[in-house]
């Protein structure tokens, strides 16, 4: 089996993220607003944008690995190693952020991705993992905080 792209690029919310910190800037010069508007949407586009550039991974797997490419390079994470799939209450466009939390060398690690609004690779991966390893969770649900890694 080939690699298949399970994360998705977010490109139009990259974008929308840009034009925000050009037209957001020249309204509130205009306007002028009390000083806690500023530090209100400083924490909100601050935000958006660690969501956007900074957590997401770039994730492929085919039939044996996951493959999570960072900055530091590309992990590869044996499927039997995944033990749960998890929604997260993040969303960017009606597209929900999933984080696959991992074991590897002993150590408990995470990856956050965005899939496709038609969610077909993220089905068939859920489905992959779960034949390698059953007892694997899938959580659907985003009424949980999970604060950690």
């Known amino acids: 089996m080939e690699r298949k792209l399970l994360s998705h690029d977010v490109t139009f919310g990259k974008i929308l993220i840009v034009v925000i910190f ?15 508007v500023y530090i209100i949407a400083a924490i909100v586009v601050g935000q958006m944008i660690a969501f956007l550039f900074y957590l997401p991974d770039t ?18 994470v ?3 190693d995944i033990y749960k799939i998890k929604m997260v209450a993040y969303t960017i466009n009606r597209r929900y952020m999933w ?11 995470a990856a956050r991705f965005y899939p496709d609004y038609d ?7 859920i489905d992959l993992v779960k034949s390698k390893n059953p007892d694997t969770e899938i959580v659907y649900s985003t009424n949980t905080f999970d604060f950690d890694m």
Do not use: H
């Open 22 to 36: 050009i037209v957001f800037p020249l309204l509130i010069i205009k306007t002028s607003p009390p000083w806690w």
């Open 59 to 76: 994730i492929e797997f085919d039939d044996k690995n996951m493959y999570i490419s960072r900055s530091g390079g590309e992990i590869t």
């Open 78 to 80: 044996d499927l039997r």
């Open 99 to 109: 984080k696959i939390k991992y074991e590897a060398n002993s150590l408990k690690r």
């Open 119 to 125: 969610r077909v690779m993220l089905n068939e991966f």
